[in-house]
């Protein structure tokens, strides 16, 4: 989760300096500013995991995953559509692929959820066939955002190596 956090800033400095966009000192710092301080409430949230608090601030963190996720596609769209774009077509793919496992990391955090719980059951009540049969429904329906994750980082990390177009 931190690496993915910490991606964003570290991909526009790499940009920058290839000089593949134009990147001064104010967006550079605007993109720590904005990762670090996702990577704040998304600690934030773990800490507190199971707590009102800790509620509260996961739907912070929800929340603000969102907007830099649709942020990220809408800039990625605008490169790819925009006669006038000064961003590669492969790096405003990039920028949508990117921005859609945003919301594949919010799916694994939403599905895995109940996880908690049922473990602590498991944990005091022992194993039965209904615990386990939930547990195993929870697990499947987030594998889908896990593959996606996968995917999407995978498709970024091609689309930057070949630069297709």
């Not at 290839?18 to 000192?25: E, S, T």
């Not at 995991?49 to 969102?66: D, E, I």
């Not at 692929?97 to 498991?122: E, K, N």
């Amino acid at each position: 989760r931190i690496a993915f956090l910490l991606m964003l800033p570290v991909g526009l400095h790499l940009m920058a300096g290839l000089n593949i966009i134009p990147a001064d000192a104010m967006h550079l710092g605007g993109a720590w500013v904005i990762a670090l301080s996702l990577l704040a409430v998304n600690i934030a949230a773990a800490k507190n995991m199971g707590t009102p608090r800790g509620v509260k601030l996961q739907k912070l963190n929800w929340a603000l995953l969102s907007l830099v996720g649709l942020i990220l596609i809408g800039l990625g769209v605008m490169g790819l559509v925009a006669p006038d774009s000064k961003l590669p077509a492969w790096l405003a793919t990039k920028l949508v692929l990117y921005g859609v496992v945003y919301f594949f990391a919010i799916g694994i955090d939403y599905g895995f959820a109940p996880i908690g719980g049922q473990i602590a059951q498991l944990q005091s009540e022992g194993s039965s066939p209904e615990l386990e049969a939930r547990i195993s429904k929870t697990v499947s329906r987030t594998l889908f955002s896990v593959y996606g994750v996968y995917a999407g980082a995978l498709l970024a990390a091609l689309f930057g190596i070949a630069k297709f177009y």
